[in-house]
């Protein structure tokens, strides 16, 4: 399954910062046709994601009903992401 969408940089205080891009209601709705089929556990997905120039692999995590795309420092870092910027999602669902 792939999708693509525009989101804002949300960050997530704890003990450490971490940064997320809130996935739209509605590729939230198709990640939940196939999220049984896809999760490995805690219902996580796993998938491919591109954000500018970077490429990369995670899990989105769910939350209050939808999902976050987590961003690495990896994947800021070197376009200069943080909370508020607004980004391009590519992404694949892996089954």
Wanted: aromatic fraction near 10%; charged fraction near 20%; include cysteine.
């Amino acid at each position: 399954m792939e999708l693509a969408f525009t989101g804002s940089v949300i960050e997530w205080r704890g003990p450490a910062p971490y940064y997320f891009v809130p996935v739209p209601d509605q590729e939230c709705a198709d990640i939940r046709e196939v999220a049984a089929m896809a999760t490995y556990g805690w219902g996580v997905i796993p998938v491919e994601a591109t954000v500018g120039e970077v490429a990369f692999a995670t899990s989105l995590f769910p939350k209050d009903g939808g999902y976050l795309l987590p961003l690495k420092n990896a994947v800021r870092g070197p376009q200069g992401l943080g909370s508020g910027d607004e980004v391009t999602v590519s992404m694949t669902v892996r089954l």
